[in-house]
C-alpha cells in the first residue's frame, strides 16, 4: 500500500483528552499521523519509533527518522504527517503546549527547556536512555487510558522526563570546546531537512537558530566538516539524485519539484556539484543494479 494511502491510526490534533498516548503496535500496513493546528490549542507531538522506518513529512519535505530506536519531537508550529512503515512499532502522545510549559516550569534548566519545545527534533535515541524512555511513553499510555489516584501528577512526572531525555540528546558534550557547536550543528541538519527547498540564505537559517552567521559558519566546519551551504547543496543533490532514479518525472519537473525556478539552472547546478548532468546521472542509474531491499525507496 503506498505511504499516501496508508489509513490513519490517530489524528494527532484530536482534542478528547489533554494527553493523548498510546502504544503502536506492529501492523502489516503503514500509518500515517497528521500533525494539524488543533480547535483546543496548540499541542506538542511526540514519537518513540523502537523499529522500522519512519520519516516526517512536512509540505514535501521528507525528515528521515534514523533506524530505531530513535525518538521524534514535533513542536506546535509544525505541520505535516508523521509516517511508518509497515510492521513498524513504538509509541506516541500529543500534549497541550501550555500543559508542558508548566511542566518545565521554573527549574534551573527552564530557559533551555522552554526553547527546546519550540524545535523539531530527530534523533537516535541513546541506548543508555531508551528503556527509561520507552517506559515514560508506557506510563503516559497508562495513565491516560485508566486514570487513578494521582494520574496527574504521574503523567506530569512521565512528561518531564520525556522532555529531560530530549534535552540531552539535543544539548551538547559537556566538555571540549571542539565540541561547542555540536547542537547548532545537529539543530541546522534538522532545519534544512525541512526548508532545503526554500532556497534560504545561510543568514536566514542562522536566524532560524539564534545564532550569529560566524557562529553557524565554525559549527559545521567543526561538526561536519563543510560549511552550511555546502551542507544545503548536499541535501538538494541527494533529494534530485532519488527522484531521478525512482521517478519518471522529466528533469524540468524535478526541478520545479525542487525549488528551482530555472530547469536549466537546475541542470548546471546539478552538474557542478555531482560532476554530470541529471540526465546522465539518470541514465547511468537506469542501468545499474536496483536498490537493496528495505532502502527508504523500497517502502510499499
Known sequence: MPLDKARPLLRA?????????????????PRAWSIARGHAGPRCHAFLVMRGEAVFVDAGAIVR???????AWLPSSTRGEFRLAAGGDGAMFSAPEDL?????????????????????????????????IAASFSALTRETRDPRAGSSAMTGLHLGLIVLHLWRIGAPPPSGQGHAGASTAQRFRQLVELHYRDNLRVDEFAAMLGVTRAHLHDACLRVNGRPPQALVHERL??????????????????AYGLGFRDAAYFSRFFRRVSGETPGAFRKAAAASPANAPGSFAAWP
Open 237 to 254: 543533490i541527494d533529494e534530485a539524485r532519488m527522484r531521478l532514479t525512482q521517478t519518471r518525472l522529466p528533469v524540468e519537473q524535478v
Open 13 to 29: 490534533d484530536s482534542a478528547r483528552s489533554a494527553i493523548i498516548a498510546s502504544a503502536i503496535e506492529p501492523d502489516v500496513a
Open 65 to 71: 527518522v534514523p533506524k530505531g530506536p530513535a525518538i
Open 100 to 132: 508542558l510549559w508548566r511542566v518545565v516550569g521554573e527549574s534551573p534548566l527552564a530557559v533551555q527547556l522552554r526553547r527546546l519545545l519550540g524545535a523539531v527534533l530527530i534523533a537516535a535515541a541513546p541506548a543508555v536512555a531508551v528503556n527509561e
